[in-house]
């Protein structure tokens, strides 16, 4: 089957278009648990058309189809588990449009995070989220996952940032979602429901993004606290200041023993905690509001940095850095994306770390504390680890998962449910809920092809 798959499509979209599955290029960047991917075949579609001609192939012969990004997903969301036809849309990499008086820019789907960021930043523009991995992550996965990062906290996630989307979808139309303007409140908002959709809805081949303008200064501080309890009362008298910080991001003790060594500003030998709060705006704005950060952490702090000039960036290399410093530490790590209101962070952090051992695992967390966003981490021997590692960090993940929904949060708060976490949403939904989901699903998607075996 697969050569005939392959073949046909190849007769579709052109030989140079379609490849035999290979399932080294349609892996993300899950740890742990291992997915056996299963396709067919994967098509490099260059335009939104051949998208779009692809999805009616496809659909009038009931043939899966799992659309890829950049590959830099956490849950194994773009992981082909159901044969068919990965659509790869690294392609679709055109910057259609840039208008820095309107401050705004269409792109195509397979436009890397970097470059819509470089490019915002050549015309004294910002394009504020920022997931990580920015060479590689491309703009229409980050549509698919809503994707956030540190500076979501003052600046929303890239959802905030859609104004338009063009989706083809079933079976086999190419469609138009709102555009360049500004505000729009005609008819259901459709888009927001493809914003975080995962694939399961439409295929995304381009999107109008907003742009802000670009701070004059980014001025962080880095605190360091004797444990969880006064790193996470400094997050709150942060918050409770009233200034608007761009990011407030932690890292447990746990985590500052692992990584904490090559920290480019402050010693945290000995620490429990560490906050780094970031406050930008004009030069007199950001020292004004750096300043009443300091005035909130100082108190509880055992020592307080204050990075300038080339030390900003080399922070966040650092910050940027950890996941991949813990994951080296035993060989592997198993991580979650909880989140849960800020008040009950502390609570979260030290449910993390008891969960670990009380399963015989090493835990550790950090995130972005601003968002209640706990990237909850149990370290393992391998990648993937031995099979009776994984039953643990299994049972000690949806234990986790249970304790942040008592707690008031969310099985995700960036990452997505994916393949991971396809059985999670129960965990917090209603069967109402539940059923409404399947409802949108069949909407939009009748024979169930898009992403099947995922979430939904």
């Not at 349609?26 to 648990?33: E, F, H, I, M, V």
């Not at 993940?397 to 304790?403: D, F, K, T």
Request: with cysteine.
């Amino acid at each position: 089957m697969t050569g005939s798959l392959v073949d046909d499509l190849a007769a579709l979209l052109g030989a140079e278009r379609v490849a035999p599955f290979d399932a080294r290029a349609t892996r993300d960047a899950l740890r742990g648990p291992a997915i056996e991917p299963r396709a067919d075949a994967v098509a490099y579609p260059e335009s939104p058309e051949q998208v779009a001609e692809l999805l009616a192939w496809c659909y009038e012969r009931e043939v899966p189809l799992t659309a890829r990004g950049g590959g830099t997903g956490l849950t194994g969301g773009a992981t082909p588990v159901a044969g068919g036809v990965v659509v790869a849309l690294e392609r679709l990499n055109r910057v259609r449009a840039l208008d820095p008086g309107q401050w705004r820019v269409e792109v195509e789907a397979g436009v890397t995070t970097a470059t819509v960021q470089r490019r915002a930043r050549e015309v004294g523009l910002y394009f504020p989220p920022d997931p990580g991995a920015a060479e590689q992550s491309q703009i229409g996965g980050n549509i698919a996952t809503n994707a956030g990062g540190p500076h979501a906290l003052r600046y929303g996630t890239t959802g905030d940032f859609v104004t338009g989307l063009e989706v083809a979808l079933p079976p086999g139309e190419m469609v138009s979602l709102g555009g360049a303007v500004r505000k729009d409140a005609a008819g259901f908002d459709a888009k927001r429901l493809l914003v975080g959709s995962e694939g399961a809805l439409g295929i995304i081949t381009a999107a109008h993004l907003r742009l802000v303008p670009a701070p004059e200064a980014r001025l962080p501080l880095v605190a360091a606290f004797a444990d969880v309890r006064s790193g996470c009362e400094a997050v709150q008298a942060i918050l409770g200041s009233g200034v608007q910080a761009s990011a407030i991001e932690y890292l447990d003790g746990r985590t500052l023993g692992l990584a904490g060594g090559a920290l480019p500003v402050l010693d945290a030998g000995g620490a429990g905690f560490l906050v780094i709060a970031e406050a930008d705006g004009t030069a007199d704005e950001a020292e004004r509001q750096l300043a009443e950060i300091a005035a909130a952490v100082e108190p509880l702090a055992q020592r307080v940095a204050r990075p300038r000039g080339r030390e900003v960036d080399e922070l966040w290399r650092w910050r940027d850095g950890v996941s991949n410093v813990v994951a080296t530490a035993r060989g592997g790590k198993v991580s979650e994306d909880i989140a849960v209101p800020v008040e009950r962070l502390a609570d979260a952090i030290e449910a993390t770390l008891r969960i670990g051992a009380e399963h015989g695992l090493d835990a550790c967390s950090w995130g972005h504390a601003g968002d209640g966003n706990v990237h909850a981490t149990f370290l393992v021997s391998g990648d993937p680890a031995p099979p009776e590692e994984l039953e643990r960090v299994e049972a000690a993940v949806g234990e986790l998962l249970r304790e942040a929904v008592a707690l008031g949060g969310t099985v995700s708060g960036e990452h997505g449910l994916g393949w991971l976490k396809r059985d999670a949403l129960a965990y917090q939904a209603s069967q109402a809920e539940l059923e409404l989901q399947r409802r949108i699903k069949r909407a939009f998607d009748p024979k169930g092809l898009l992403n099947p075996g995922k979430w939904i």
